[in-house]
């Protein structure tokens, strides 16, 4: 089961609040993680089970959604936030979305 | 923590076989399922493989389904993916994550730095 994320790309400021959605086609919230990734860089994760938030990531990174409709949203958009985002899900054969690449304006 | 340090990467000829290893430290690798994924140059994240704490469940995206292999040894902290009949569409970062559960849901939380693989004549 594919996963649709959206936008491939945005642009924003800091201080913006922005919001990534993925799409599973397939209800399974405790199976969907959120990964941000800088260039030549590992993975790192910021949420699982589509709401919780790993220890260590910034309070301003969020999730929420049901069924097959997942959002990630950053609040207030700070520097360090300037990267690519993918939604996985890790049930059955796992898949990544095609990922958000979260530029500066 | 703990940590993940993917090796075994390099160039290698199409057709040709590499072994790629994980070795895990800070935890104890049996008692996590484990996960390959990959990056192509300029790409997304793909998931190539995954197998159970226990090796009794393993799993293969359908584009490395035949060809490649997935294995551990816990009692040396150690995960291997063998890789045979290797194509130009295999160059890639290869990187292994753990797979991390909890009474919320699941996650890949500890991811190895990645090793390079790139096929070409």
């Known amino acids: 089961i594919q996963l649709t994320q959206s936008p491939s790309s945005l642009s924003a400021s800091v201080g913006d609040r922005v919001t990534i959605t993925c799409r599973t086609g397939?209800?399974?919230?405790?199976?969907l993680a959120w990964y941000q990734q800088k260039p030549g860089k590992a993975p790192k994760l910021l949420i699982y089970?589509?709401?919780t938030l790993q220890i260590g990531v910034p309070s301003r990174f969020s999730g929420s959604g049901s069924g097959t409709d997942f959002t990630l949203t950053i609040s207030s958009l700070q520097p360090d936030d300037f990267a690519t985002y993918y939604c996985q899900r890790l049930n059955g054969y796992p898949s990544f979305g095609q990922g958000t690449r979260l530029e500066i304006k | 923590d703990g940590q993940l340090v993917e090796s075994g990467g390099g160039l290698v000829t199409p057709g040709g076989s590499l072994r790629l290893s994980c070795a895990a430290s800070?935890?104890?690798?049996?008692?996590?399922?484990m996960n390959w994924v990959r990056q192509a140059p300029g790409k997304g994240l793909e998931w190539v493989s995954s197998?159970?704490?226990?090796?009794?469940?393993?799993l293969y995206a359908d584009s490395v389904k035949g060809r490649f292999t997935i294995s551990r040894d816990n009692a040396e902290n150690l995960l291997y993916l063998e890789m045979n009949s290797l194509r130009a569409e295999d160059t890639a970062v290869y990187y292994c994550a753990r797979h991390y559960f909890d009474s919320s849901g699941h996650g890949l939380d500890i991811w190895g730095q990645g090793t390079t693989v790139t096929v070409s004549s």
């Open positions: 800070g935890f104890s690798l049996r008692s996590f399922n």
């Open positions: 397939q209800g399974m919230s405790s199976y």
């Open positions: 089970a589509a709401y």
């Open positions: 197998i159970s704490s226990r090796s009794t469940d393993l």
